[in-house]
């Protein structure tokens, strides 16, 4: 049996992608990691905009017209395979994250990434409860 990956071009660019956005992300866990670790503290405000950064690249990427439109035109292929196949999963599962990133306004994200770099910097519980209570307010119901 022929499968989506090996006869469909557009999954192979869906894949590429996603290979993309993964790598930038990949990026950020790192240097989020570093900031956590190793980092001193007087380098917090350079990281927290390099981490913003590549945070709006990955998310301006992922929620782009180009994946949409990827997921809509393998929508008719993915049908004729079967449902627990992995190339059906890989287009089921973007297609439910690119719907809800797609609710996150990029244009808000600086906002966000302010309050978390805030928390980081202050390590504090208050600042990590005071994320909470934006992104609960702010997003209420979009991430669902």
Known sequence: MQTLETTHPKFLKLKSLLAEINDI????????????????????????????????????????????????????????????????????????SYERAAKFPLTSLPDFLSCELNATRSGQRH???????????TWKGCLT
Do not use: C
């Open 25 to 96: 992300n990949a990026a950020a866990a790192l240097l989020s990691w570093d900031q956590a670790t190793y980092m001193p503290p007087s380098g917090a405000a350079a990281r927290g905009r390099q981490l913003a950064t590549l945070r709006q690249i990955a998310h301006g990427k992922f929620t782009d017209g180009a994946i949409a439109q990827l997921l809509e035109d393998l929508q008719s292929y993915a049908a004729d395979l079967p449902y627990d196949s992995d190339e059906v999963s890989l287009i089921r599962v973007t297609r439910r």
């Open 127 to 137: 600042a990590l409860k005071t994320i909470s209570r934006w992104y609960s307010h």
